[in-house]
Every structure is written in structure tokens, then in C-alpha cells.
């Protein structure tokens, strides 16, 4: 069974940072594209960042280049979401979702995590 | 980036009812479309890939079609485990976009 367990959320303030954290189990990692995608609350879904199976390229949302970081750890199963100089209009859950083979949508998806920025 | 408008935003329906769901691209995604449900609290869950195929587990009532840039999502004879939210998501071109969702309400 495909798992996705997110961590690292909380509140932080502006301008500081936070690393979210995605670990994977029931497939072979390693195979599959990954990526973010968060929802502020009431709203809708929005595409955060995506990475390649091998970490090689990744690929990222215009209001959050250079201040957000994907990576994967192949040999811990793990996805990564390093998040800087953070913004009130970041507050959002974060899903960490697993990317098809075959395209480019997004089949399995885990329970998300909260991330708060406020003073 | 593709915009998606979604429409309704939301959808009042009785048991057994058919309800759709419509989006458009502001330009060709090539059938390149997904769907989902989401339920309040959980996360969203993939019903239907490439316009039309369903995925593994989804009920037969859900359905959808289209081409070019208009497409369409039906649950026919709505039951009450299907009250939630839908979502569709063009994937043929970076940065993936979203409908702004429908939430389908009990009449």
C-alpha cells in the first residue's frame, strides 16, 4: 500500500524557515517523480514544486522560486520541502504527492501538514 | 501558465440526481485533464486521469469527457458518500494548475 507521511509543520514567523519532510512507503521510490502541492485554508489546490526521480531537475511555482527548496534522499525514501524567507501567504497545508509514471498528474497523496507564518 | 475555470462553484443536489461539473482551459490541454474529490479535513483523492479514464476503485457513476479546451465531470445518481469538493487539474504544461473547485451540497 502506497504511503506518504508528512512532518515538519508549525508556526513560524515571517521570514524565518522551515523544512517539511515526506517519507514514502509501499513503492519503489526511487521510480517516481515528486512533488508539493499546498491549499490555504478554505481555498483551493495549488502546484508548489516537482522533482525528478533521480533529483536531477526540479521545478517550481513563480512565487516560490529562490526561497523554496525541493530534494529527495533516494536511500531514505524521503522528500524534502526546504522553505525560506517565509510569507504570510504561504499558510497553507502542504501535501506531499507522488507523481505518474505514464504523466504528470498526481495519483497518491498524503495527509498533508500544516505550515502557519504569522507574528 | 493555463488558466482553469471551474463552474459551478457550488452544486446543490438530491439523492439520485446527475450533476456536472465543467472546466475550461484558457487554451488546448489535449485531453490532458484530472479530476478529484476531496472531503473536508482529508486529502484530495484522484477519481478520474486523461478525461475520462477511472481510476481503480472509482464507482462507475462518475464520468468524463471533453477535448480541446472544454471539458466535463458527472456523478450520476449522486449518493451521500460523494458530498465534497472536486477539483480539476490540467497536467500538460508547467506550472500545473487547478480548478477553483466545486463543493457538492446535499439539497
Known amino acids: 500500500e502506497v504511503q506518504l507521511v508528512e512532518s515538519g509543520g508549525g508556526l513560524v514567523q515571517p521570514g524565518r524557515s522551515l523544512k517539511l519532510s515526506c517519507a514514502a512507503s509501499?513503492?519503489?521510490?526511487?521510480?517516481?517523480?515528486m512533488a508539493w502541492v499546498r491549499q490555504a485554508p478554505t481555498k483551493g489546490l495549488e502546484w508548489v514544486a516537482s522533482?525528478?526521480?533521480?533529483?536531477?531537475?526540479?521545478y517550481y511555482r513563480d512565487s516560490v522560486k529562490g526561497r523554496f527548496t525541493i530534494s529527495r534522499d533516494n536511500a531514505k525514501s524521503t522528500l524534502y520541502l526546504q522553505m525560506d524567507s517565509l510569507r504570510s501567504e504561504d499558510t497553507a497545508t502542504y501535501y506531499c504527492?507522488?507523481?505518474?509514471?505514464?504523466?504528470?498528474?498526481?495519483?497518491?497523496w498524503g495527509q498533508g501538514v500544516m505550515v502557519t507564518v504569522s507574528s | 501558465d493555463i488558466q482553469m475555470t471551474q463552474s459551478p462553484p457550488s452544486l446543490s443536489a438530491s439523492l439520485g440526481d446527475k450533476v456536472t461539473i465543467t472546466c475550461q482551459a484558457s487554451?488546448?490541454?489535449?485531453?490532458?485533464i484530472a479530476w478529484y474529490q476531496q472531503k473536508p479535513g482529508k486529502a484530495p483523492r484522484l477519481l478520474i486521469r486523461?478525461?475520462?479514464t477511472l481510476e481503480s476503485g472509482t464507482p462507475s457513476r462518475f464520468s468524463g469527457s471533453g477535448s480541446g479546451r472544454d471539458y466535463s465531470f458527472s456523478i450520476s445518481n449522486v449518493e451521500s458518500e460523494d458530498i465534497a469538493s472536486y477539483y480539476c487539474?490540467?497536467?500538460?504544461?508547467?506550472?500545473?494548475?487547478f480548478g477553483a473547485g466545486t463543493k457538492l451540497e446535499l439539497k
Open positions: 504527492t507522488r507523481v505518474t509514471t505514464v504523466a504528470y498528474y498526481f495519483d497518491y
Open positions: 509501499g513503492f519503489t521510490f526511487s521510480n517516481y517523480y
Open positions: 522533482i525528478t526521480n533521480s533529483g536531477g531537475s526540479t
Open positions: 487554451q488546448n490541454i489535449n485531453k490532458y
Open positions: 486523461y478525461t475520462s
Open positions: 487539474l490540467q497536467y500538460v504544461n508547467l506550472p500545473y494548475t
